[in-house]
């Protein structure tokens, strides 16, 4: 697998943005057709309770502007001191152009910046953070604006019940930067494209366009109901992928750092659910206080920005005084995974803001 | 590997299933808490106690613990 190592860069910031609106499995009984014991075990079982998503006119571009705007005033960093900006998504505003240039444009960013997209989703954060620090280490870049965000709420269809309570929406934004001091970071990146089809929007791209028969609603043999425009999940092959590559790719970048779970503060790993990260953290024998796991109760599965939501949800005290060496790993669509570990230490602001509600 | 024990874990990943109440004849998939969400604690259990890696098909084709018990055991000896 490509691993790859840095040693002065740095995040120096991370802001996520989460729309006001709150939706509740509780207030669903009508999706689980009236079983409140289902529901109280997938409350239970996996952790799935309140989630946040968007309204018909809030976009993802539109979570991670105001993620960026927050990053950028409260880290005192002009517009103009930003060399390189990259979105991680897969709900873009447009087919074409990639919401990076439209990010640009809105944001005011110099002419001599690039702006690129990365179709990625749960593992996407970790590979933006990876191409950046490639950025700045080839020395063309000393800033790096990273925009992760996703809208998977908008392509779950309300009466799937395999994704309608799972997915919330998210827009993050963390600023990579040239540092002097040494500051260590380790990566590895990996797909299985063979599994392309276990997480999936089977319409609307140019294979097969939107049309009236991909418009159509179809029930499958688990009464969940869906068109080929919705994002379609086989639950439990995504969860055996999970526990399959997870623990394994952990353990592998690990012995590449020479370090173990012990010279680790904490694990954020992509928060798909509860259920999936308390099994990864057993098999890798890590003390669950070492493993966020509140952020998909608090928000849902956010998709790309999940991990910069754990981060500044549930570790910002330890990000924003101190300084912790922690391990981020994501997996899910692709299939895809890449982890790092590297310090977060002194970041100028870490936290969750809330987007304005649209007019 | 026992068939008994093999039932107890059984009752312990399905969530609200009382220990003791199944049998190696019963059909799992007729139970009322038998949906999407015990196919992957079933799963996890099979995985990581009996390090087999069970597919979500495998377990739409037993119709009893019993087969679904010799069906890990098939796969873990293979």
């Known amino acids: ?359 | 590997m026992s068939l008994d024990q093999f039932i107890e874990d059984f009752e312990e990943a399905v969530e609200d299933v009382e220990v003791g109440t199944l049998s190696p004849s019963t059909n799992y998939r007729q139970l009322e808490q038998w949906d999407s969400l015990s196919v992957l604690t079933v799963i996890a259990m099979v995985d990581a106690d009996y390090d087999v890696r069970l597919k979500a098909d495998d377990l739409k084709g037993c119709e009893s613990l019993e087969a679904l018990f010799a069906h890990i055991q098939s796969k873990a000896s293979s």
């Open chain 1, 1 to 359: 697998m490509p691993k790859s190592q840095f040693s002065q860069v740095r995040i120096s910031g991370v802001v996520t943005c989460v729309p006001p609106t709150e939706k509740r499995i509780d207030d669903e009984v009508e999706l689980f057709g009236g079983n409140v014991k289902q529901i109280a075990r997938l409350k239970k079982t996996i952790g799935l309770d309140r989630r946040r998503v968007v309204d018909a006119k809030t976009t993802t571009a539109d979570l991670c502007r105001e993620a960026a705007l927050t990053l950028l005033s409260k880290s005192q960093i002009a517009m103009d001191q930003i060399d390189s900006v990259i979105c991680v998504t897969q709900t873009p505003d447009y087919l074409q152009p990639c919401n990076a240039a439209v990010l640009h444009g809105q944001l005011g960013l110099r002419k001599d910046c690039a702006a690129l997209d990365v179709n990625l989703g749960c593992s996407g954060y970790v590979y933006g953070l990876w191409l950046a620090h490639m950025m700045v280490s080839a020395g063309g870049c000393e800033r790096v604006l990273l925009l992760a965000g996703d809208t998977i709420s908008r392509l779950a269809h309300p009466k799937d019940r395999a994704v309608a309570p799972i997915f919330g929406d998210g827009g993050s934004a963390t600023l990579v930067e040239r540092t002097a001091a040494q500051s260590n970071s380790w990566f590895s990146v990996e797909t299985d494209g063979s599994g392309f089809d276990k997480l999936m929007v089977p319409a609307g791209g140019h294979r097969t366009p939107c049309s009236g028969e991909t418009s159509q609603e179809i029930e499958d043999e688990g009464g969940n109901i869906r068109t080929l425009e919705n994002l379609f999940m086989d639950g439990a092959e995504v969860f055996n992928f999970s526990i399959q590559v997870e623990p394994r790719a952990v353990r592998e970048l690990l012995e590449y750092a020479e370090t173990d779970v012990e010279g680790v503060d904490y694990f954020v790993f992509h928060q798909a659910n509860r259920y999936i990260l308390t099994n990864i953290a057993k098999r890798l024998k890590i003390d669950v206080a070492k493993v966020p796991m509140q952020t998909v109760e608090r928000y849902g599965n956010q998709s790309s920005a999940s991990i910069p939501s754990a981060i500044c949800g549930e570790l910002s005290e330890q990000t924003i005084a101190g300084s912790s060496r922690v391990l981020l790993s994501g997996f899910g669509v692709g299939l895809s995974w890449a982890s790092t570990i590297l310090d977060l230490a002194d970041l100028s602001v870490c936290e969750i803001i809330e987007s304005a509600p649209s007019a």
